[in-house]
């Protein structure tokens, strides 16, 4: 039994090794690669990445599994936890058919240039036909993978391992029921200036302040570091390797100030894992949701909250004295949690980022359950926005075209997003119960305490555990909407006097 595990633990590291060289080269692409490299990089990611699949759905892989049982290690293991994770990719891995894998690689090549045109012209008509093909070979998927209750089910497992469909409709629900009043009323209340955060700051001044937050949060700069890209991102190259991105707007400083802090907030995550789970499958977050909680708890509870500012805003301030001499911290600070409903997801507020989502979540469904067809997916697009944000698009670019996923071939990663916002305050809640004085400590710049915590109760273990496990340990309750509900409600309700 031992020697099938260490066998089996062989293998893992060599795909493990493949998977992390080929995202060193995907990294390399998006910072430093001249536009030249980029066929040959193409090669060479699709060597890497392919190789590493085939070692993994060998029938040597099948046979380890088989021989070994979860039963035989410890409950709580890693290694109990590695046999029930591998088995998990192994049996979705194989039960997809290579030409399917093939057919959405080349479905979604074609699918992204279509999208960008009919966003480039504002025609829906030429990314339509892209739409329906990338739908048809996800439902084929779906029923390759299997599902319990709904198609919608084996998509999103892909992204966020065991949650169900019905689960996330019920919660989002609850979400809408109080959400959608609550942003009507913010709208009637007067706006905060938002002007000063778009004045001139210095490129090189707002890298050092990003830099030296985000030193303080306790991401690892022996273990990490930040480059310039883009689209923000981290990757993981090892645990002990766990790079970020960013990208700066000298006439914008949220990009790069808020955007360091969340990627800081993913890439502690996965420094935060057990070194002891490396180069094997449970050396990453355990789900996309899980991932945005750690980001959105550290850009947004910490990053967006007035103890935080009372104490940093003295010091952006003698960074950038020209753009933010004459404001005031009380100032600054309602600027930077201004909420305003708008028709872009990406340059949504916290308080009605998920209503974007809730939209998408709604509308991919129908279109998988064939509810909905591809021909009236902007007139639903365009009623819903209107219902949920009392706006109408002008355009389709400004609607149903301005996101890159559906066109990449991912239906059923939107509802992460909503899902790490929930956890983010289920999360914060009980950090706040259980560490005291946390507040005070933020508002010291001190974030020990907050950090060890999270590693303890959450970056830990990988994947050993699922998001709902996690959850249910860390905060003694599963998904819910009455967390982030509350905190929404407390903090805006304070700043639009409500
Ligand atoms: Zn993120």
Not at 132 to 146: F, H, P, R, S, Y
Not at 355 to 373: G, P
Request: charged share 25%; hydrophobic share 40%.
């Amino acid at each position: 039994m031992q020697d099938s595990m260490t066998k089996l633990k062989a293998m893992l590291g060599r795909i493990a090794d493949l998977n992390g060289a080929a995202a060193v080269l995907e990294w390399d692409q998006e910072t430093y690669m001249p536009p030249g490299g980029t066929e040959a990089r193409a090669f060479q990611i699709g060597t890497l990445r392919e190789l590493g699949h085939e070692f993994f759905i060998r029938d040597s892989v099948g046979e380890l599994l088989d021989q070994l049982s979860p039963e035989d290690f410890g409950p709580g293991s890693s290694d109990a936890a590695l046999l029930r994770v591998t088995r998990r990719d192994y049996d979705r891995a194989r039960k997809i058919p290579a030409r399917l894998v093939a057919d959405m690689a080349r479905a979604t090549a074609f699918a992204k240039d279509g999208w960008k045109k009919a966003r480039d012209t504002n025609t829906y008509a030429h990314f339509a036909p892209h739409l329906q093909t990338v739908i048809d070979l996800n439902v084929e998927k779906a029923e390759a993978v299997g599902y319990d209750a709904c198609v919608y089910d084996a998509l999103l497992d892909e992204y966020e391992p065991g949650m169900k469909t019905a689960t996330v409709a019920e919660v989002f629900a609850n979400l809408r029921d109080e959400l959608v009043p609550f942003v009507r009323e913010v709208v009637g209340r007067p706006q905060p200036d938002t002007s000063v955060l778009h004045r001139f700051f210095a490129d090189d001044r707002q890298w050092d302040f990003g830099l030296s937050v985000i030193r303080d949060f306790g991401y690892d700069f022996e273990h990490g570091r930040q480059d310039r890209s883009a689209h923000p991102f981290t990757t993981t190259f090892a645990l002990s390797d766990v790079r970020i991105t960013t990208r700066v707007d000298e006439h914008f400083l949220n990009p790069a100030l808020f955007g360091t802090l969340h990627e800081a907030g993913h890439g502690m995550y996965e420094q935060g894992i057990a070194t002891a789970l490396d180069r094997t499958p449970l050396a990453s977050g355990t789900s996309l949701g899980m991932h945005e909680s750690q980001s959105r708890l550290w850009e947004n509870l910490v990053g967006r909250s007035l103890p935080f500012w009372e104490h940093y805003y003295p010091s952006l301030q003698r960074t950038f004295p020209e753009a933010l001499g004459d404001t005031t911290l009380d100032a600054f600070y309602r600027a930077t949690n201004a909420v305003a409903p708008s028709l872009i997801r990406v340059e949504a507020d916290e308080v009605t980022y998920n209503l974007h989502i809730m939209l998408r979540f709604e509308l991919e469904q129908a279109l998988v359950d064939r509810t909905l067809s591809v021909d009236d997916l902007p007139t639903a697009w365009n009623e819903k926005t209107e219902a949920y944000f009392g706006l109408r698009p002008a355009s389709d670019t400004e609607g149903v075209l301005q996101d890159i996923h559906w066109s990449l071939g991912a239906l059923g990663y939107f509802p992460t997003y909503a899902l790490g916002n929930l956890m983010s305050a289920q999360f914060f809640n009980s950090a706040v119960d259980t560490v005291p004085d946390l507040e005070n400590q933020i508002a010291r710049g001190e974030f020990g305490p907050l950090l060890a915590w999270l590693r303890e109760n959450v970056h830990k273990y990988g994947r050993m555990k699922t998001a709902t496990e996690i959850l249910e340990s860390a905060t003694g309750r599963g998904l819910e909407a009455e967390s982030w509900v509350g905190y929404v409600r407390e903090k805006f309700g304070a700043l639009y006097g409500l």
